[in-house]
């Protein structure tokens, strides 16, 4: 399996070297740095990277901003938001721009590789029960100014167990607890949640969460 290609975008310089160090030690290929969202775009343009950890709050252009430009001009490249917050309002906004997540900027060296690794397999990073934290603390209107529109899908085209397995991802369930709530094996679980993916245009399932409160299929404390 090849080394996932990172870039780092983070506007303190002790971060990047940091993480930088703890990722080259894990076997990850940093191949670029950039301290500001203008240069994290830039970067990604030229050096086309597997996963580009993006800083949050950056001078100039943030973050958010960043992510939104990065997805649209490269949409196969994964990103993952670095916060010093748990519950930074600015992360709700980055998962439904497209982010697959996000790390508090303690994380592990440890956890920092394998989250590297994991959303380079196409997975999301978030436990679902953090993303719905997330979540249900903005999606009823509590969302930073210039957060993006609803991620508009028609659910029409799920068949009754997708919206099922829709609803129960949007409520924080993993695979597993779907797979026991449902009835179903894992497997099956995972055969919907693709299907569910493909048919709603999600690049993962922390979109799959954000969608399933946009859409009001699961409402904010229910």
């Not at 975008?9 to 990722?23: E, P």
């Not at 990103?79 to 497209?98: E, H, I, K, S, W």
């Not at 709530?181 to 497997?187: G, K, Y």
Request: proline residues 4%.
């Amino acid at each position: 399996m090849n080394a996932p290609r990172v870039v780092i975008a983070d506007d303190q310089a002790l971060v990047r070297s940091g993480f930088r160090l703890i990722l080259t030690a894990g076997g990850i290929d940093v191949v670029g740095e950039a301290a500001d969202g203008a240069e994290a775009v830039a970067a990604v343009r030229r050096l086309r990277p597997d996963v580009a950890l993006m800083d949050i709050r950056m001078p100039g252009m943030d973050g958010l901003e960043a992510t939104r430009r990065v997805l649209e001009h490269a949409p196969e490249c994964r990103v993952l938001m670095l916060t010093t917050f748990d519950l930074d309002r600015y992360v709700y906004a980055a998962l439904a721009a497209g982010a697959s997540g996000f790390l508090l900027k303690d994380v592990t060296p440890e956890h920092l590789v394998a989250a590297v690794r994991l959303v380079d397999t196409g997975d999301a990073l978030l436990a679902p029960s953090i993303t719905r934290r997330l979540v249900e603390r903005f999606a009823a209107g509590d969302v930073a100014a210039g957060t993006p529109a609803a991620i508009h899908r028609d659910l029409a085209g799920l068949t009754p167990r997708e919206r099922e397995v829709l609803t129960l991802m949007g409520r924080g369930l993993s695979n597993a607890e779907i797979a026991a709530a449902l009835t179903l094996s894992e497997a099956t679980v995972k055969t919907h949640a693709a299907h569910i993916f493909g048919k709603l245009s999600l690049r993962d399932r922390a979109q799959a969460v954000v969608l399933a409160y946009e859409t009001g299929l699961v409402k904010p404390g229910g």
